[in-house]
Nanobody, 116 residues
Framework: VQLVESGGGLVEPGGSLRLSCAASGFTFNNRDMSWYRQAPGKEREERVLITTISPDGSIRNYADSVKGRFTISRNNAENTVTLQMNNLKPEDTAVYYC???????WGQGTQVTVSS
């Protein structure tokens, strides 16, 4: 299993970023996919689930902290899952990880920093 996140960076409050995750090594279109984030100073075990998407993309769930600002989507033909992040806030600063629900694999993550 391989998960490769990209698209992070430094952005000012109110700005936007689009994260991508390329997945391989498992049957992508059979798995719910998710994004987690790990805030600065937090341990790996404290990664927070922020959004999930069903295999066909019809069901999406969001944590209250990102609801209305973030959108998860997926492309089963390309084995990718994306996270569109709008109206970013300083408290969104974290390393973001994608994960296949039910599989205990993590990618390297992508750093998102929201600061003026």
């Amino acid at each position: 299993v391989q998960l490769v996140e990209s698209g992070g960076g430094l952005v000012e409050p109110g700005g936007s970023l689009r994260l991508s995750c390329a997945a391989s090594g498992f049957t992508f279109n059979n798995r719910d996919m998710s994004w987690y984030r790990q805030a600065p100073g937090k341990e790996r075990e404290e990664r927070v689930l922020i959004t999930t998407i069903s295999p066909d993309g019809s069901i999406r769930n969001y944590a209250d902290s990102v609801k209305g600002r973030f959108t998860i989507s997926r492309n089963n033909a390309e084995n990718t899952v994306t996270l569109q992040m709008n109206n970013l806030k300083p408290e969104d600063t974290a390393v973001y990880y994608c994960r296949a629900i039910g599989l205990s694999y993590w990618g390297q993550g992508t750093q998102v920093t929201v600061s003026s």
